[in-house]
Nanobody, 128 residues
Framework: QVQLVESGGGSVQAGGSLRLSCAAS????????MAWFRQAPGKEREWVAG????????LYADSVKGRFTASQDSAKNTLYLQMNSLKGEDSAMYYC?????????????????????WGQGTQVTVSS
């Protein structure tokens, strides 16, 4: 079992920054694909960024590329999402998720059903 706990959300003005954290506990060896998703009211949950616990270059949705940075601290088993130049459309509940890597499809970042574990979410509100 893996437990994921997000923190760091809050209210910020447009143009501001926030850093989200996702602390993982339990055995994470089978879920090396770590991702951030978000869901705004009335919208589908969407993939934001992904990073493998083994390293490598993080991947980003086009809507956040150049503004958000995903990183991890392996010693702390914590995933981060640094969000800069925030916009109103970034307002959403942000979730971290953990899923397996497979030979067939790798991390399969965008498919939500690929992820076995989800956190409870942390709210980000950006006001203009």
């Amino acid at each position: 079992q893996v437990q994921l706990v997000e923190s760091g959300g809050g209210s910020v003005q447009a143009g501001g920054s926030l850093r989200l954290s996702c602390a993982a506990s339990g055995y994470t060896g089978n879920t090396p694909c770590m991702a951030w998703f978000r869901q705004a009211p009335g919208k589908e949950r969407e993939w934001v960024a992904g990073i493998r616990t083994s390293g490598g270059t993080p991947l980003y949705a086009d809507s956040v590329k150049g503004r958000f940075t995903a990183s991890q601290d392996s010693a702390k088993n914590t995933l981060y999402l640094q969000m800069n130049s925030l916009k109103g459309e970034d307002s959403a509940m942000y979730y971290c998720a953990a899923g397996p890597w497979t030979w067939l499809s790798g991390c399969n970042w965008i498919q939500q059903k690929n992820y076995n574990y989800w956190g409870q979410g942390t709210q980000v509100t950006v006001s203009s």
